[in-house]
C-alpha cells in the first residue's frame, strides 16, 4: 500500500511558486463559497513521524484565510479530558458551518499508538468501529472530511530524524518516542495500513501522501484540499463565488495531483517498472516447464487441504492477461479450475451490488478460480469512464478491502497480477492484430477509445495499488513487454503465494523437462501444450 508514497517525488522552487498562486486563490475562492454554503470542513493529518504533517498545516494556514480555520494538535489526554469521554476533546474541536478545522493526532492516534505498543485486536478493531460510526455521523450531518497519511519509508523516516538533531535550532523536533516508534516502524505500518483499509470510506476517504520533499507534500495536500470543496460545491449546486469558475479549479487540482515532479523520477507506481526485463527462449522453457510442474504439485496439495485459490488478472489491453492465464491453466486439473472473464454486467448484474456477481462465482474448497478482469472494474474503466460516479468509487476501495479480508479469512489463496506494458508497446500488439487474421477480433474501438486516456487509467491503476494493495492481498505488478519474462513471474509468484500456504510439494514428482530448451522443431505454443499434459 505505502509503495505508492515511496517514489522519490519533488518539486522545485520555481515549480512551487509558479503553481503555488494560482493554487491559493483557488482555495481562497473556495473558502469563501464554503462559509456563504454554511458548509464545515474536517482535515485529519496522521502518518508516519517526520514525514512533515505540521509543514502542510502552516502552508494551509498561511495561503487561506485564517479567520474561519482553527488548527488544533491533541497530544495525551490531560487531567480534565481524561475525566470525560474520549471524544469529549475532539468534539470540542470541530468546526461550525462554513469553517475548516485542521487536526493533528486525532481520534487515530491513541488507537494507533496502543495497537503497536501490544494493544489486542479486538480493542483495536472496536476503536476503528468508533472512528467510522462517528465519522459518518458528521459525514450525514454535511460535513466533508479529509484525511492525509503523510509517509516516509523506513530509511527515509531515519534520515530526517538525524538531519533534525544534527540541526541545534530543529533538534527539538525529535523525541525519544519518535525513535522508538522508528524501531517499531514495521508495526507502525502495519497498523496504519489496517487503519486506512478499515476506516477508508467514499464519505471520509484516506489519501497517501509523500513526505520527502516538503513543498510537493503542501502543494498535494492542498490540491486535494480545493478539489474535495468543489466537488461538495458542485453537489451542492453553488457555483465559485470569485473570478475562478468551478470547471478551472477542478482542472488546476487535477494538475497538483497529477503533475510531473520537476527532476522527472517516477509520477505513478507503474512508472517504477522496468518493462525492457526479457528473458531468452531457452531460459524461458526451463524455466516454464519447471513452474508448471510446480504448481502442478502444489495444486494437488492445495486440493488435499481443502485450500481454494483465486487468482485475479488485471491489466492494459493487450498486456498479456490470456496468454499468462493459458499457461496457469495448462498445469492444472481442468476439472478443479474455472476462468471467468469479466465483460459488461447482464441486466441480472446490474440489479445486484455490483460484487453480487464475484460471489456468485466463487468455487468450492481446493479449487482454483481465475478472473480475467475483476471487482476492480468499479475503479478502474467504471471510474474513468464514468460508470460509477466519484462517491460510488471512492467508497468501493473499502468495499473491496472488505470483501477481498474475508476471502483470506477463509483460507483461501488470492493472488492480484497487473499485467504492465508501455504505450509503445500496446501500439505495436494492437497493429500486429490488425494485421492477424485469428486476433483480429481481439481488437474493438473500446481498445482505441481506452488508449486514448492512457493517463487517466494510469491515474486510477496507482490509486488502486495505492488503496487496495494489502498486507493480506498485494498487487503483484508484472513487466510484460516481454510475454516469456511476464508468463514466468506470474506462475512463480502463484507457486511462492501457494507454497506459503500448503507447504513444499514433493520435489521429485516435479516433472523439470532439463532438455526442453534442446527440442527440435517445438515453438511455444506445442511446448508449452505438452507440458500442461504430462504435468497433469
Known sequence: MFDTAELGRTTTKKAYKERLTPLRAALLQAQASLRDAG??????????????????????????DPRWMKTTAFDQPSQEEEERPEYWRFWRALPPKGHISLLLSAWYSQPLLRRIDGGSDEDFERSLEQITSFEQQLADDGAVILKFWLHLGKRGQQRRFERLESDPLQSWRVTERDWENWRKYDDFISAGERIITRTSTGSAPWHIVEGVCARYASLRVGGLLLEAIQNRLMQAGIESSAETSVAEAEAYSKAVKIAEPDDAPPLTILSTLDTSLKLKKPEYRKRLAIQQGRINQLQKRARDQGVSTILIFEGWDAAGKGGAIRRVNAALDSRAVQVIPIAAPTDEERAHHYLWRFWRHLSRAGHVTIFDRSWYGRVLVERVEGFANEREWQRAYAEINRFEQQLVDHGIVLIKFWMHISPEEQLRRFKDREKTAYKKWKLTEDDWRNRERWDDYEIAVHDMVERTSTLAAPWVLVEANDKPYARIKVLESICDAQQAKVGMPDSSAIWTHRDADESEGSDDEELEGRTGEMNR
Do not use: H, R, T, Y
Open 39 to 64: 458548509i464545515p470542513v474536517i482535515v485529519l493529518f496522521g502518518g508516519v513521524d517526520g514525514a512533515g504533517k505540521g509543514d502542510a498545516v502552516n502552508a494551509l494556514n498561511e495561503w487561506m
